[in-house]
């Protein structure tokens, strides 16, 4: 079983996700032979086989732009794996952070992706918060928020906390839904203004999940 059990293809490879272990942002795709996966689960970095090289490569070994691997996770037919990662820079040797910065659109050309690429949700916002930031727009509110400072998203992160404590207590799901959204809007309009990363965020909380909440409490 284990890597025996792996469906390698005729070349005797594997494809390979690397998706952020924290935000959940598929960074890159490449392959994998035995060799590959063996050193990727003895080092803790990803390891990958070069199709065009033929040869074995650890990610970053001559960027710098390395990727620590958290856990391998393996699909339902063997054939692909999972990387759950913490990457050190960008992970394209174009300098994206990702390799997904492209859109095939609705009429199948391919465009240039926003910022945000084919990121999840709140790190999407995130990125669109920070490109607000840095623009010049008048009618933004995100840059009205973010130029008024911390008392302003202090005071509108009370009232949004409010009208979610509020609809939690007698309103519809779909309110209550529409209100935890406002919250984490403001939430990350705080972190950005503090240029505290959504991923920072995210550490945090995944540091949690072995220790209790009254442990967790009690140690602060």
Same mark, same amino acid.
């Given at each position: 079983?284990?890597? /025996?059990?792996?469906?390698?293809?005729?070349?005797?490879?594997?494809?390979?996700?690397?998706?952020?272990?924290?935000?959940?942002?598929?960074?890159?795709?490449?392959?994998? /032979?035995?060799?590959?996966?063996?050193?990727?689960?003895?080092?803790?970095?990803?390891?990958?086989?070069?199709?065009?090289?033929?040869?074995?490569?650890?990610?970053?070994?001559?960027?710098?732009?390395?990727?620590?691997?958290?856990?391998?996770?393996?699909?339902?037919?063997?054939?692909?794996?999972?990387?759950?990662?913490?990457?050190?820079?960008?992970?394209?040797?174009?300098?994206?952070?990702?390799?997904?910065?492209?859109?095939?659109?609705?009429?199948?050309?391919?465009?240039?992706?926003?910022?945000?690429?084919?990121?999840?949700?709140?790190?999407?916002?995130?990125?669109?918060?920070?490109?607000?930031?840095?623009?010049?727009?008048?009618?933004?509110?995100?840059?009205?928020?973010? /130029?008024?400072?911390?008392?302003?998203?202090?005071?509108?992160?009370?009232?949004?906390?409010?009208?979610?404590?509020?609809?939690?207590?007698?309103?519809?799901?779909?309110?209550?839904?529409?209100?935890?959204?406002?919250?984490?809007?403001?939430?990350?309009?705080?972190?950005?203004?503090?240029?505290?990363?959504?991923?920072?965020?995210?550490?945090?909380?995944?540091?949690?999940?072995?220790?209790?909440?009254?442990?967790?409490?009690?140690?602060?």
């Amino acid at each position: 079983m284990g890597l /025996d059990a792996l469906n390698y293809d005729n070349q005797g490879l594997v494809a390979v996700i690397a998706q952020d272990a924290e935000t959940g942002e598929v960074r890159m795709m490449a392959y994998a /032979d035995r060799t590959a996966i063996e050193r990727t689960l003895e080092t803790s970095e990803a390891h990958f086989f070069s199709r065009s090289r033929q040869k074995l490569w650890q990610k970053g070994e001559s960027s710098g732009n390395t990727m620590s691997v958290r856990e391998v996770w393996v699909d339902c037919d063997g054939d692909a794996l999972i990387y759950l990662v913490d990457p050190a820079g960008p992970s394209c040797h174009t300098g994206q952070d990702t390799c997904f910065f492209r859109q095939l659109n609705t009429g199948g050309e391919l465009v240039e992706g926003s910022t945000a690429g084919a990121a999840p949700t709140l790190l999407r916002l995130e990125r669109i918060l920070r490109e607000r930031r840095a623009s010049s727009a008048d009618k933004s509110y995100t840059k009205s928020l973010l /130029d008024a400072g911390p008392s302003k998203i202090d005071a509108k992160m009370r009232e949004e906390a409010e009208e979610l404590g509020q609809a939690l207590i007698g309103e519809s799901d779909d309110r209550v839904a529409s209100e935890a959204g406002d919250v984490l809007y403001h939430l990350l309009v705080g972190l950005v203004l503090r240029d505290i990363s959504l991923r920072d965020l995210l550490t945090v909380l995944s540091k949690r999940f072995s220790r209790s909440g009254h442990e967790e409490k009690a140690s602060r």
